[in-house]
């Protein structure tokens, strides 16, 4: 009989079968539940000839085994949740897969979500993955109170924060060094020449946008130079606010001859803008990007280590969880400076 009539025959009116259960192998097999516990578990006492038909009649009905009552019997689901701002940015993709890494090393799986950087989404995020009994959370915070996880962490839910540091709780946290790199880059454009150098970031209640502006801040004050309010913007990231910003910046009788763009998304639309235009402008962004080397000059950029990020932060979770760490603690991983070109124009006026 083929297979859709034998779905349909399980339960009219449904496109969807029922799942097989133990029982149904038990049947098919001609053995007891018992034995056929002992063969889904791996345990020993079960014949070769018997174990071989168990086997058969798991692989004909497609029964999988319903690991429910071993987490109640462990305590552990051998899950954990990755709270992310955004899926699509690029820069959370080797993040998200030295995370995923690190836990099947662990023999864990990985569920993660998007927060769209709305900090009631992150709390339903978060919450819901608490609520599937996940054993720890890694979470790119998109909100800065955090409270609402103290319970799950009285619980045994292990937490670490990841980009930026939690709000209003004290918990582990795996950060990149933006205010030094920030301060780097501003540098480094400084030493080129540039003294009318504008900065266009992210979101200020954001911590990585804060901190990034700080070293701005700090590199333009460290030269004696003072930062005029035209040359500052902070905001979303999309490619309308980005693009006004740069425009106003490059434009009227003192335009900025460089910018420093905040992360990756406002780097792109930066690019972009430069593209129409003549007169050469100085750029480095923090966060590389793809093609970064093959663009005309090549793009300068203070680059983070996403991966180490996800790596660090997801090794720090299962030290938790193992019960080896004791105080929660603040890691900050250093960023580098790569010049390609873009960051050493000279001020064309």
């Given at each position: 009989m083929?297979?859709?009539s034998?779905?349909?025959?399980?339960l009219?009116?449904s496109?969807?079968g029922?799942?097989?259960?133990?029982k149904?192998?038990?049947?098919?097999?001609g053995?007891?539940?018992?034995?056929v516990?002992?063969?889904?578990?791996?345990?020993?006492?079960?014949t070769?000839?018997?174990?071989?038909?168990?086997?058969?009649a798991?692989?004909?009905l497609g029964?999988r085994?319903?690991?429910?009552?071993?987490?109640?019997?462990?305590g552990?689901?051998?899950?954990?949740?990755?709270v992310l701002?955004?899926?699509?940015?690029p820069?959370?993709g080797?993040l998200?897969r030295?995370v995923?890494?690190?836990?099947r090393a662990?023999?864990a799986l990985l569920?993660?979500g998007s927060?769209?950087?709305?900090p009631?989404?992150?709390?339903?995020?978060?919450l819901?993955?608490?609520?599937r009994?996940?054993?720890g959370l890694v979470?790119?915070?998109?909100?800065?109170?955090?409270?609402y996880l103290e319970p799950?962490i009285?619980a045994?839910?292990?937490?670490?924060f990841?980009?930026r540091?939690?709000?209003?709780?004290d918990?582990d946290v795996?950060?990149s060094?933006?205010?030094g790199?920030?301060?780097?880059g501003?540098?480094?454009l400084?030493?080129h020449?540039h003294r009318?150098?504008?900065?266009i970031?992210?979101?200020?209640?954001i911590?990585?946008a804060?901190?990034r502006?700080?070293g701005?801040r700090?590199?333009?004050?460290?030269?004696?130079i003072?930062?005029e309010?035209?040359?500052?913007?902070l905001g979303?990231?999309?490619?309308e606010?980005?693009r006004?910003?740069a425009?106003?910046?490059?434009s009227?009788p003192?335009?900025?001859?460089?910018?420093?763009a905040?992360n990756?998304r406002?780097?792109?639309?930066v690019?972009?803008v430069?593209?129409?235009?003549?007169?050469?402008v100085?750029l480095?962004?923090?966060?590389?990007?793809?093609?970064?080397?093959?663009?005309?000059?090549?793009?300068t950029v203070?680059?983070?280590?996403?991966?180490?990020l996800?790596?660090?932060?997801?090794?720090?979770?299962?030290?938790?969880l193992d019960?080896t760490l004791?105080a929660?603690?603040?890691i900050?991983?250093p960023?580098?400076?790569v010049?390609r070109?873009?960051g050493e124009?000279?001020p064309a006026?």
């Open positions: 083929p297979e859709t034998r779905r349909a025959d399980r009219p009116g496109r969807y029922t799942r097989p259960t133990m149904d192998v038990a049947a098919r097999a053995v007891g539940l018992k034995t516990s002992r063969v889904v578990n791996g345990e020993p006492g079960v070769p000839d018997t174990e071989r038909r168990v086997q058969e798991i692989d004909a029964f085994r319903n690991d429910s009552a071993r987490v109640l019997r462990k552990r689901t051998a899950s954990i949740g990755l701002e955004d899926l699509a940015d820069f959370y080797p998200s030295a995923e890494e690190v836990a662990h023999g569920i993660n927060s769209a950087e709305d009631d989404r992150e709390q339903e995020l978060a819901a993955l608490c609520a009994r996940v054993d979470v790119i915070p998109a909100g800065d109170d955090h409270r799950e009285r045994g839910v292990a937490t670490v990841v980009d540091p939690a709000g209003k709780i918990a795996v950060l060094d933006s205010y790199g920030a301060r780097d501003v540098t480094h400084i030493a020449g009318r150098i504008g900065f970031g992210d979101m200020p209640r911590h990585t804060a901190e502006l700080r701005y700090a590199a333009m004050e460290d030269a004696g003072p930062v309010d035209p040359w500052t913007s979303m990231t999309d490619p606010r980005v006004r910003a425009e106003e910046m490059l009227g003192d335009p900025v001859t460089a910018i420093f905040g990756n406002v780097t792109v639309t690019i972009r430069l593209a129409e235009r003549t007169r050469p100085a480095v962004g923090f966060d590389d990007i793809e093609l970064a080397d093959l663009l005309h000059p090549g793009l203070v680059a983070q280590d996403a991966a180490l996800g790596r660090t932060a997801a090794e720090r979770l299962f030290r938790q019960g004791l929660p603690e603040r900050e991983l960023t580098r400076l010049t070109g873009s124009l000279p006026d």
